[in-house]
């Protein structure tokens, strides 16, 4: 069974539609988080929910907006997507707060490419 | 914010040839963590370091904490074709969330 899952795996789209990516962990973790990496592989984090409450707000653009319905999914809506917005987008999941020092278990990413 | 750095950005070495990256952060450290990410996968937990100087290792791969907890080290020995990947530290101020570091790739030449 997939510990953290993410769809879609990949997402291919025009400049200024709107679109989202879900993720669910069934690994029973407290924390949620969403990652952008770039094609340089930089890993950046943009947000992190702890039992449905933001607690890590990057500076991203807010044209882009979490919503956690629950502790065990954290989904991320895009607006009027851009062609810096092309990235791979990946979910990630950890026990405890997000300042705890558990490990953080990734889904698979799902690639967004913007025409 | 917290920056957390590693050099080198790439690496190419031939198999059988040893490999080092090295993590450094402006800030100290509560504790560090390394992950493991191959072509077109996604990060990977290799590892958590927590205490001054603490070195842990796993096989051919060894991981070092620095004194002053403010930079971190992934030797790995004699480097085999499965070693290819980008390898991420992530380090963690008390109480705060980790922040990844810029990562090294790793290509192994057959």
């Known amino acids: 069974d997939t510990a953290v899952s993410q769809t879609p795996k990949y997402l291919v789209t025009q400049m200024g539609n709107d679109k989202s990516i879900k993720c669910e962990q069934n690994l029973g973790h407290d924390t949620m988080y969403w990652y952008k990496q770039d094609s340089k592989k930089f890993l950046k984090i943009m947000f992190s929910?702890?039992?449905?409450?933001?607690?890590i707000n990057e500076t991203v653009p807010n044209r882009f907006s979490p919503k956690s319905p629950d502790k065990a999914h954290l989904n991320l809506h895009i607006n009027s997507l851009e062609l810096g917005d092309s990235a791979v987008y990946f979910c990630?999941?950890?026990?405890?707060?997000?300042?705890?020092?558990?490990?953080?278990?990734f889904g698979d990413g799902t690639r967004l490419s913007i025409l | 914010g917290q920056q957390v750095m590693q050099i080198p950005q790439y690496q190419h070495v031939q198999e059988g040839e040893d490999f080092t990256t090295y993590c450094n952060s402006s800030?100290?450290?509560?504790?560090i963590q390394w992950y493991k990410q191959r072509p077109g996968g996604h990060p990977v937990f290799l590892i958590q370091?927590?205490?001054?100087?603490e070195v842990k290792k796993q096989k051919r791969l060894t991981f070092q904490f620095g004194e002053a907890k403010k930079n971190s080290s992934l030797h790995i020995t004699a480097t085999q074709t499965t070693d290819v990947g980008t390898y991420f530290c992530a380090g963690q101020r008390a109480g705060n969330q980790f922040y990844f570091g810029t990562g090294t790739s790793l290509t192994v030449i057959p």
């Open positions: 370091l927590v205490k001054s100087g």
């Open positions: 990630a999941s950890s026990q405890g707060w997000g300042g705890s020092n558990q490990p953080q278990h």
């Open positions: 929910y702890n039992n449905k409450e933001l607690i």
């Open positions: 800030t100290t450290l509560s504790n």
